[in-house]
C-alpha cells in the first residue's frame, strides 16, 4: 500500500467546457473525493493524469514528475482512492492512496510569523 501527497498543477488554464479551475478548486474541502483520469491522448503528454473533482470538474494535472508513475498504476488497474488536500496559490494538493484505503489526510501545520513586528510587543518599538 502507498500513500503520497501530489501537487496539481494548471490551475489558470480553462477546461474544455470553458469551466473555471480555481473556481472549481475555491469548491473543495479537504477529504472531498477527487478521480484520477489519464489522458493518452493528451497532444501535450500522453502520460499526463487530469484530476477531476467530485463534482466532475477538472482541477488540472497530476505533476509531469510524478504522472509516468501515477499513470502506470492506473493502467495496471491498482485500486485507490484519492481527496483533496489542500489549496495553494499556484497549485493544489491531493492526497492518494493505492493498494485499498481511504487516503489519510496529515496534519497540518500553521507557520511561525516571520514579520519581526509579529514576534514583538508594543513594548520593544522603542
Known sequence: ?????????GLDFPNRDRSNRRFEM???????????????RNPADPRAVAVHS?????????TAER????GKW???????RAVFQEAGHHRAVIRARFGGGAPTLP???EAE??????????????
Do not use: H, K
Open 26 to 40: 475555491a469548491l473543495c474541502r479537504p477529504g472531498d473525493p477527487v478521480e484520477l483520469r489519464p489522458e493518452p
Open 107 to 109: 496534519e497540518r501545520v
Open 67 to 70: 504522472c509516468g508513475l501515477i
Open 1 to 9: 500500500m502507498t500513500e503520497l501527497s501530489l501537487a496539481v498543477v
Open 74 to 80: 492506473l493502467r495496471e488497474g491498482r485500486d485507490y
Open 113 to 126: 510569523p516571520t514579520d519581526a513586528f509579529d514576534q514583538r510587543g508594543a513594548a520593544d518599538e522603542d
Open 54 to 62: 467530485e463534482r466532475g470538474t477538472q482541477l488540472g494535472y497530476v
